[in-house]
């Protein structure tokens, strides 16, 4: 066992491993610790704890000390000046003319380096511009083309379902999602209804998948026959996943009639899920545009 430290460095970031040394931690305290990019500015989430070895990258590495006020005034001011950093940057790759979208601007605490992130469609050859911000800020500068769910991650904004976006105030990193995950949950696969602000599948297709993989395993497909426990034989016409309830269409007295039953009234030969779904090449092509890997370029250098 090793005791660790969780800090982060953005909101709903990812968390990093330090060792918390003999400092009085406490989640929400301050602190100022060394990575890989340089000397950092971050709020401790995790209280100091022993985990397993196995869960942490060596070498660990030691928190420097807890944030004073004048480390909080300049971590202030660095938030000041990246605002004007994103200004002059944007001019910058005007005057270049480059076909590319800048998200955000980012110091490093000790202002040895200066983050710019952006989205593009393609690649873009942005050495000429590179050498116009080191001539202006006179700092290490680097460009980090990011992703769309990336970009929204930074900016933020209001789901459909009316709340903030998750991944933009507790979701620190991004699962693989797939259009599986939407026909398992019976959902429309209409892109419109089951993409996020970003123009992806919408990370929330993760949050139940076990529990409708779970749920659908026991139930009958629709077209099943089975016999109900009032010794009936029948056809399965719908299903209900969250509530376990199928509706049978049974015979009785020569007249078909609908009756519900719980999963556990009936006996059926398990069968491996039907895909009814009928999709074109373009609509297919078009759903598995939406889907993601869940890699992230924001996070990968601590």
């Not at 040895?112 to 050495?127: E, P, Q, S, V």
């Amino acid at each position: 066992m090793i005791k660790v430290v969780g800090v982060r460095f953005r909101t709903a970031g990812k968390i990093y491993y330090f060792d918390p040394q003999k400092f009085d931690l406490t989640i929400g305290s301050h602190v100022i610790v060394e990575t890989a990019r340089g000397i950092e500015f971050g709020s401790v989430i995790i209280a100091p704890r022993d985990v397993d070895e196995e869960h942490v990258i060596q070498p660990l590495k030691p928190v420097i000390r807890i944030a004073t006020d004048e480390d909080e005034k300049i971590e202030a001011k660095n938030r000041e000046k990246e605002k004007d950093a994103f200004k002059i940057c944007l001019e910058k790759i005007q005057k270049h003319g480059l076909e590319m979208k800048l998200v955000d601007a980012e110091y490093t605490f000790d202002n040895n380096k200066l983050l710019f992130y952006f989205t593009a469609d393609g690649r873009i050859d942005f050495r000429e511009l590179v050498k116009d911000l080191a001539a202006v800020f006179r700092t290490r500068i680097e460009l980090r083309q990011i992703g769309v769910r990336d970009e929204t991650k930074i900016l933020g904004g209001i789901g459909i379902c009316g709340r903030p976006l998750c991944c933009h105030t507790f979701l620190s990193e991004f699962a693989p999602v797939s259009i599986k995950m939407a026909k398992e949950q019976n959902l429309s696969l209409n892109p419109a209804k089951i993409s996020g602000v970003c123009g992806r599948l919408m990370c929330c297709l993760k949050n139940e998948e076990e529990t409708y993989e779970y749920l659908n395993s026991r139930l009958p497909n629709v077209g099943d026959y089975v016999t109900t426990d009032d010794h009936l034989k029948g056809e399965v016409q719908s299903v209900s996943v969250l509530r376990q309830m199928v509706k049978v269409i049974v015979e009785i007295d020569d007249e078909k009639e609908i009756r519900e039953y719980r999963v556990d009234q009936l006996r059926f030969k398990p069968k491996r899920k039907k895909d009814n779904v009928k999709l074109s090449a373009e609509e297919l092509k078009e759903l598995a545009a939406l889907e993601d890997k869940g890699t992230s370029k924001l996070d990968d250098t601590k």
